[in-house]
């Protein structure tokens, strides 16, 4: 379109081109749209539109629409354009993609939608299927060139322009042998630059990076990212090439790992988004919240077990959420620190104890001046020096604890194979509040009677 327009403008543009049935307009305003903007504009259509916003679609558009899409709304789709026309729109889906989507229909509808659409992509998003969730065989898909170690590089060219619309990327070709084993890897640019006579097997690099197809996608995700690829080839266990993994499924991987440590360190451990019905929500954190709740009554013993130390000095009721507050924050502080660096890399013992000896320094830090200020502040307030040293070195101690425990709780986690994102900020935090009141509690007591 030739004047830029506003999210709703557009809304209001597609739904008059709909009433109308004026589909070269529709057309026109979606030229200038992305595949995202599009969808966005789908999710904004009522109701009443939404079929016809379908039916006026291109087989690409639907495809590129499809797959901005959540699964609900995917199966949605599917169930409104039929069997002939979903068959044509899973053609042209990367196969990660369609994998991902079929998982969560029932064997039967598998079985029609794969009998429709092309034979060798039916047989490999059947295969990529067989491999666990979350496994680079999952991620996986087949749009990628592939070249024999015996071709030329005029050759190579050649098959390159004949599947250039296939392939996702053509950054990288993948070289393998007879028995189509990954042998090599020969970049775009090499080809040329190099002469059209040349052997791929002189120019190719032997080293090649790559992943398992049960390697976890988290680290195939490292891979990428640590060497800046777009592309990295994925390997059956004898070395056969079974496809690629491209840097946007990567994207993807983070968000969703992201997504799913967040859920856990808010405590939900399950997806709850704008959608859940609130009852779902509600019973997906229960579980936890339960937990904590028992978990607190501990910490409200403690308090009724120092009442006479509270009735004593009744200023020590001032301090300790501040206290507690502290601390809890700063093992949450902890806990993230942590879960975004092991997301990242693999801790061998050496930065472990580099780790926690880096973060006990950073609670003694931080507890060193917090705890200067607290005991200037208790000492102005209330004209007793006593009650300063109390809190600030209580403050001082519950920091440093708190600190090590965000620390080395999700540590001792990882040890065992757990996800330390398991290791909930809630549950962090609640340790910490008990440990924070024995401690000040504690101090409080021992000083009592130059406190009266």
Known sequence: MSVALLEDEITLALIKALKEGKINEFQDILEELQPYDMAIQYRHLPDKHRNKFLLFLTIRQLTEVMQELSKNEQIDILHKLGLEKSAKVLDRMDNDDLALLLADLEPERIEELLSQINQDDSRFVQNTMTYPPETAGRLMNNRYVWIPRHYTIREAVDKIKHFAELAEYLNYLYVVDEDKKLVGVVSYKDLILGNLEDKIEEVMYNRVVKADVLTDQEDAAQLISRYDFVTLPIVEKDNTLAGVITVDDVIDVVMQEANEDIEKLSASGKSIDFNTPALTAAYRRLPWLILLLFIGLFSGGIISRFENTLQTVVALTFFMPMIAGMTGNTGTQSLSVV??????????????????????????????????????????WQGNFVLGIVVGSSLLMTLIIGTLAGTIIPLVLYRFNIDPAVASGPLITTINDILSLLIYFGMATLFISQLM
């Open 339 to 380: 879960v975004r660096g092991l997301a990242s890399q693999k801790l061998d013992y050496k930065q472990t104890i580099q780790l926690i000896i880096r973060e006990l320094w950073v609670g003694i830090i931080i507890g060193a001046i917090c705890s200067v200020l607290i005991l200037l502040i208790a000492y102005v």
